[in-house]
């Protein structure tokens, strides 16, 4: 008999366990992923011309949208009014802005223009950022080009997580709260003061109605 129970006991114990287990190994296997995916950001690869020489910019991911901007940084050698750069966007990402795809451009030598793309991480895995540029109607093995691999995680945050991030979401978050609670001062303002002329309103229909009445009772008695 104590032996049934002792096997009870245990067999309870160790369910009891189960979900917290296999919490904890989720969660080690999403680090293990995360770490995986790191090794996927890689530099910009960058490929220039003789007409056009290129570099990559990328900025810090805005916490809020989750949108990251690249940019293309073209500096051109030859006067042209039919410079083309076009953007694809593979992967787990998206473009926030199709008009951005695909820009026309009439530069000037020795002139730098920046050609920017705004990409939005779907969530976890590895997204693709390849940017071209051309002459349109020239040799077409004249291309200049940008490529720049990243991962991101389920939460959409580019991998890996800059100090730059951290201190823009740590702000993120503080400006949230501050808004959150002006709004709500302002809701409880507003309820305040228009309850206080509710009250006002309505003692004073109150009022003239107790004078309507005690002036038609003097009228009667009179």
Not at 36 to 53: F, G, H, I, K
Not at 68 to 74: D, G, P, Q
Not at 153 to 175: C, G, H, M, R
């Amino acid at each position: 008999m104590k032996l049934k129970f002792v096997l009870v006991g245990a067999l309870i114990f160790f369910s009891s366990l189960s979900p917290a287990l296999i919490h904890a190994q989720g969660q080690l296997q999403l680090v293990e992923n995360e770490e995986t995916l790191y090794q996927e950001d890689r530099p910009a690869d960058v490929s220039s011309t003789q007409a056009l020489e290129v570099s990559f910019k990328e900025y810090t991911q805005n916490p809020s949208t989750k949108v990251a901007r690249f940019e293309m940084i073209l500096k051109s050698n030859v006067d042209s009014d039919r410079v083309r750069v076009t953007w694809t966007i593979s992967g787990q990402s998206i473009a926030t802005n199709e008009n951005q795809l695909i820009r026309n451009l009439t530069v000037q030598a020795g002139q730098t223009y920046s050609i920017p793309i705004d990409v939005k991480p779907l969530g976890y895995g590895v997204t693709e950022v390849y940017g071209v540029a051309k002459i349109v109607g020239a040799d077409s093995n004249q291309l200049a080009t940008v490529r720049k691999n990243f991962a991101s995680n389920n939460s959409a945050e580019i991998l890996p997580l800059t100090d730059e991030y951290n201190q823009a979401k740590v702000f993120s978050i503080i400006w949230l709260i501050v808004r959150t609670l002006v709004i709500g001062l302002v809701l409880i303002a507003v309820g305040f003061f228009g309850f206080r002329r509710f009250v006002k309103w309505y003692k004073t229909d109150d009022r003239e109605q107790f004078e309507k009445d005690r002036s038609e009772t003097l009228k009667q008695i009179n």
